[in-house]
């Protein structure tokens, strides 16, 4: 009896060496952990589509090598306002961040921020990305972290409670709230009278009449059940908000080649492609089954090209320029033409395959 215990002993051991993880030398591979932190509750959109997938993949296709702990909820620091200079000093190894908390440092990177330029969130993450890729300028604004991946959420839309907006004039004297910034002005360059204040407080906004509507993304619909409250949804692309994955430089210069190769393999425009439109795109195909189960009506509206065009003119172009020239004045020589750059891919982009989350990300 020993001596088959002895046997098998002798035999898991040898499966066991031989299964082991080794480097060429033969002797172990190295392996990490890198604490992931992000700002969401895990059953958010983003961590249910984007954030944990990824840190599975992460681990996949490192094999086994990275593993990624989470961190959710803000629970290492503040996101908005600490995010940065958290990661630099390794209180997380990786995180999300919005690149518009903190303004001016990163504003060149909100590039397809302004209104009435993107159709959807998977197509302005791309574009994000490469121009990114493309201009130094934008590295530049990033030099102090290695960014992983950046992308944006779909574009705000309008919805209201009482009336449809349908034409340009429909806009006058409506309380509407938006994003700080570009949003207020582009509201008062529509006609209404733009409200803010944070989006926790839109729901009991909308449904006291303090406001009349707002611009909003899908996700934030779903997220604060503002379809509740809203029954007019007019399908125009308003302004967007750039987001992004950043890691701290050291942890990433720790990596050999091949591990950075692999985990930029499901980062960079993939994870654009994940998180802008696996997450944002995907709340708008969610959102109608979702509003329906509720029992509550959308209606939505699409105005023609003329009115879109009209909107454009009014409320579109003049901040495409007045985000050109605050650009310029911060510095910035080469605004313009990643504007011009941005809006060309748009189009490029467009004429291809718009929804590749589908596929990749079902």
């Not at 899908?218 to 994955?245: D, H, N, W």
């Amino acid at each position: 009896m020993r001596k088959n215990y002895c046997l098998l002993f002798i035999v898991l051991w040898a499966i066991a060496w031989i299964l082991a993880p080794t480097a060429p030398g033969g002797a172990a591979e190295k392996t990490w952990t890198i604490r992931f932190h992000y700002e969401q509750p895990p059953t958010a959109p983003l961590p249910t589509y984007g954030f944990e997938p990824w840190a599975k993949d992460v681990e996949k296709v490192t094999r086994g090598r990275v593993k990624v702990q989470i961190h959710s909820g803000d629970t290492l620091f503040k996101t908005k306002s600490d995010v940065v200079e958290s990661v630099k000093l390794g209180i997380a190894d990786a995180a999300f961040m919005y690149a518009w908390s903190l303004t001016p440092k990163f504003d060149l990177t909100d590039v397809m921020g302004v209104p009435f330029i993107v159709p959807n969130a998977e197509i302005a993450g791309r574009v994000t990305w490469a121009l990114f890729q493309k201009f130094p300028e934008m590295q530049e604004q990033w030099k102090d972290v290695k960014v992983l991946t950046m992308w944006t959420t779909d574009p705000y839309v309008f919805i209201t409670t009482k009336k449809q907006i349908k034409v340009l004039e429909d806009f006058k004297g409506m309380k509407m709230r938006v994003t700080s910034g570009m949003g207020v002005d582009m509201m008062k360059l529509l006609g209404g009278v733009p409200v803010t204040f944070p989006m926790p407080d839109s729901y009991l906004s909308l449904d006291k009449g303090v406001i009349d509507g707002m611009a909003a993304p899908g996700e934030a619909i779903t997220g604060f059940r503002l379809y509740e409250i809203a029954k007019y949804y007019t399908m125009v692309p308003t302004t967007c908000v750039s987001q992004q994955l950043i890691m701290n430089k050291n942890t990433w210069e720790g990596f050999p080649p091949d591990i950075q190769q692999a985990i930029m393999s499901v980062s960079g425009e993939s994870g654009a492609i994940r998180f802008g439109g696996g997450c944002f795109d995907r709340a708008w195909e969610l959102l109608p089954a979702t509003a329906k189960k509720a029992g509550k009506e959308m209606i939505t509206y699409v105005p023609p090209k003329e009115e879109m065009n009209r909107l454009i003119e009014k409320a579109g172009k003049p901040l495409w320029e007045a985000w050109i020239k605050k650009m310029e004045s911060a510095g910035y020589s080469s605004a313009r033409k990643i504007q011009e750059e941005g809006i060309r891919l748009v189009k490029e982009y467009s004429a291809g395959k718009t929804d590749q989350w589908r596929t990749m990300f079902p």
